[in-house]
Every structure is written in structure tokens, then in C-alpha cells.
């Protein structure tokens, strides 16, 4: 498996008044690291996002940069008709852009939140996974045969609150019943979307076989007293579960090591995309080099 890091990762760790696409790359280029571009990263207002793609390839051909991979923000799941006709296009114009990178893959997420049925108009009942699967599945066939003449694979990623766990992921995998349809596995937010209490190794052996992409990004798992006292500690009506804070990759809490070899076991052997660099007394792009420098390390012993 290969190293390499997202735009959203690599961003942050330039400061905020040179942050573009051309920068990235170029800083990309002379750390030696390849480029999963997120969508946001990308667009700029009033501007094609197709021309904006070509401009990101040519930087990038010159700079000897593949963007393996492009992130996008639209979503996988809507049900209501209008919602969902807009995402759909959305996420094939993903599938263009991808196209244009020159990346082998787009990873979309799923909706945040459990949907509203269509023909329902109370939104305090949602739909919870096995309900919206159907929708879910639907979606992901016609981005997968949208996506198959261009060499493209679809990864949902588990992320927020309706797709989180490899059980999710394996079944929409193997619903969907398109080889270049699968997951994006995400070890890290196995943890964190459930606040510490799943084991990620366990997801990752449900879902290991569909990989299309994986990503990297190092949690420390707060302790019950930490969480005990930061929520009653919060103003009245505020308090929220304390969950995971990011960390330099391989001096947290998440087994990646385990999760990786997993996957590499099914013949995977494409990219790991550092998502989260945490931080370090000597900057941000050190943190940055710190946390590639141990994913790289890591997926040669694998």
C-alpha cells in the first residue's frame, strides 16, 4: 500500500492566506507526497470546476503529483426526490472532475443524519439504516455504471451518523453488486463516531474485501472522568460527550497497523490517505511530516 495525504490535511498546515490548489501541490511535489484533492478545496466561486480540475492536473503532472483520489462533498442517501436528483448530479460531476485528476476513485459519505421517508412530512421520525438502505443502494449503482467506462470506483467512507460501522459499509458493498462499487475504510472513524467504544479492527475485517480507498487519522480516546467532568462542566443546555482529539498518526489510540494488514490480506494495494496530522511544538507542516514519515514507515512493514 502507498502513503499519501488529503488536500484538507495538507491545508492546514499552510498559512490561511496561501492555501491554494496550486500551493498544495507544489508543496506536495517537494515533500515527495501524493494528493487526494477534497471538493472544497478545489472550487472556487464563480469559477468551473472542470477548468479548475484541468489547471490541478497540469500543476500536478509538472510537479510530479498523482491525485489518487478525489473527496467529494455531496452525498450519498437522500430521499426526498428533489435532494436526491441534485446530489446524484453533483456526485457525477465528482466522477468527471475524478476523471480529469487523473484519480482512480471519488469518496463520497452518506447523508449525515437518518432521512425523512418521501411521503412522510412529520421530520421528527427518521429512517434508520436497513430502511434507507434501498435508497443508499439505488444511488451508489447508478454512480457506480456512471463511473465504470471511466476506470472509476465509487468508496463510501464511514462517516457521521447513518453509515459509521464496517457492517454498514459491507452491506452496501455487496448490494450494490458493481466491482468498481465499494468502501472507503476509515479506521479511525470507527472510533470516533462512536466515541471510543468500537473496536476497529473488527470493523475493518467486515468490510476489508470492498476497500477501494483507505484513510489514516490518529485519536486519543478521552477517559470516562475527562468526559464526566468536561460535560458537567459546559454552560446549562450545552454539554456534549467529550470524543476523540486528533493526534500525530501513530501515537494514538487506533490500531491502524492491525486494520492495514487486514486489509492488505485481500490484495489491496492502492493508497492510505493521511486525513489528520494532530499537532507539534514545531509547527504544523512538522506535524504533518511527522505523521507521513510514520504511515510511510507502517505500510512498509505490512
Given at each position: 500500500m502507498k502513503p499519501g495525504i488529503m488536500t484538507?490535511?495538507?491545508k492546514n498546515a499552510l498559512p490561511e492566506s496561501d492555501r491554494s490548489m496550486d500551493k498544495m501541490i507544489k508543496i506536495a511535489g517537494e515533500e515527495g507526497y501524493?494528493?487526494?484533492?477534497?471538493?472544497?478545496?478545489?472550487?472556487?466561486?464563480?469559477?468551473?470546476?472542470?477548468?479548475?480540475?484541468?489547471?490541478?492536473?497540469?500543476?500536478?503532472?509538472?510537479?510530479?503529483?498523482?491525485?489518487?483520489?478525489?473527496?467529494?462533498?455531496?452525498?450519498?442517501?437522500?430521499?426526498?426526490?428533489?435532494?436526491?436528483?441534485?446530489?446524484?448530479?453533483?456526485?457525477?460531476?465528482?466522477?468527471?472532475?475524478?476523471?480529469?485528476?487523473?484519480?482512480?476513485?471519488?469518496?463520497?459519505?452518506?447523508?449525515?443524519?437518518?432521512?425523512?421517508?418521501?411521503?412522510?412530512?412529520?421530520?421528527?421520525?427518521g429512517m434508520v439504516f436497513d430502511r434507507a438502505l434501498p435508497y443508499i443502494i439505488d444511488q451508489m449503482q447508478e454512480l457506480a455504471d456512471y463511473a465504470s467506462d471511466k476506470n472509476i470506483s465509487i468508496a463510501l467512507v464511514n462517516h457521521c451518523y447513518l453509515v459509521y460501522l464496517g457492517i454498514h459499509q459491507y452491506w452496501i458493498a455487496e448490494l450494490s453488486e458493481r466491482p468498481n462499487a465499494g468502501a472507503c475504510i476509515d479506521p479511525g472513524n470507527y472510533v470516533y463516531y462512536t466515541y471510543g467504544s468500537e473496536d476497529p479492527v473488527r470493523e475493518t475485517v467486515m468490510v476489508?474485501?470492498?476497500?477501494?480507498?483507505?484513510?489514516?487519522?490518529?485519536?486519543?480516546?478521552?477517559?470516562?472522568?475527562?468526559?464526566?467532568?468536561?460535560?458537567?462542566s459546559a454552560p446549562k443546555g450545552q454539554g456534549s460527550l467529550?470524543?476523540?482529539?486528533?493526534?500525530?498518526?501513530?501515537?494514538?489510540?487506533?490500531?491502524?497497523?492491525s486494520c492495514f494488514k487486514i486489509i492488505a490480506e485481500t490484495g489491496y494495494d492502492g493508497?492510505?490517505?493521511?486525513k489528520v496530522a494532530g499537532s507539534s511544538e514545531e509547527g504544523p507542516m512538522e506535524a504533518v511530516r511527522t505523521s507521513m514519515k510514520n504511515l510511510t514507515t507502517m505500510l512498509e512493514g505490512i
Open positions: 484538507y490535511c495538507l501524493d494528493l487526494e484533492v477534497y471538493s472544497p478545496d478545489l472550487w472556487r466561486e464563480g469559477k468551473n470546476i472542470q477548468k479548475l480540475a484541468n489547471s490541478a492536473r497540469k500543476t500536478a503532472d509538472k510537479n510530479n503529483v498523482k491525485l489518487f483520489s478525489f473527496g467529494t462533498g455531496a452525498r450519498v442517501g437522500e430521499v426526498k426526490p428533489d435532494r436526491s436528483l441534485k446530489n446524484i448530479k453533483e456526485l457525477k460531476d465528482a466522477i468527471d472532475v475524478a476523471e480529469i485528476l487523473g484519480a482512480e476513485v471519488i469518496c463520497p459519505a452518506a447523508i449525515d443524519y437518518q432521512p425523512v421517508a418521501a411521503d412522510q412530512t412529520d421530520p421528527a421520525f476489508a474485501e470492498y476497500a477501494k480507498l483507505v484513510r489514516a487519522g490518529d485519536w486519543v480516546v478521552p477517559s470516562d472522568s475527562e468526559t464526566l467532568e468536561k460535560f458537567k467529550f470524543n476523540c482529539s486528533g493526534t500525530i498518526f501513530g501515537q494514538g489510540d487506533v490500531d491502524h497497523e493508497y492510505v490517505s493521511l
